[in-house]
């Protein structure tokens, strides 16, 4: 069955960098696009990157552009998250998601996944 499992959250300071993995099974990765989405206690779950399958082109929201990077290793079945620059703004639970359907650009709405991960909780101390 298909499996998405987050690591690599933390508790870090304002400034510090960290990397966010996602490591997939049980379904053809490379034919799929993947997100990640994050969501605080009491808010809504919000877009972050996504990365298309094929081309591997990018988006990002507004709010993480030029700070975070979205890749991926299709050999490892593994979706990277570097986040740099991070601010206190960033703590959430990140979760890590499939897009299934070939997409021809990164989503951005979170209804157009149909798998997702866990989470990993990422906090960002002033």
């Known amino acids: 069955q298909v499996q998405l499992v987050e690591s690599g959250g933390g508790l870090v300071q304002a400034g510090d960098s960290l990397t966010l993995s996602c490591a997939a099974s049980?379904?053809?990765?490379?034919?799929?696009?993947t997100g990640w989405f994050r969501q605080d206690p009491g808010e809504e779950r919000e877009f972050v990157a996504a990365?298309?399958?094929?081309?591997?082109?990018?988006s990002y929201a507004d709010s993480v552009e030029g700070r975070f990077i979205i890749s991926r290793d299709n050999a490892k079945n593994t979706v990277y998250l570097q986040m740099n620059s991070l601010q206190p703004g960033d703590t959430a639970v990140y979760y890590c998601?499939?897009?299934?359907?070939?997409?021809?650009?990164?989503?951005?709405?979170?209804?157009?996944?149909?798998?997702w991960g866990q989470g990993t909780q990422v906090t960002v101390s002033s």
């Open positions: 998601a499939v897009d299934r359907s070939f997409s021809r650009i990164p989503q951005r709405d979170q209804n157009e996944y149909d798998y």
């Open positions: 049980g379904f053809t990765f490379r034919h799929a696009s």
């Open positions: 990365i298309n399958w094929g081309t591997e082109s990018t």
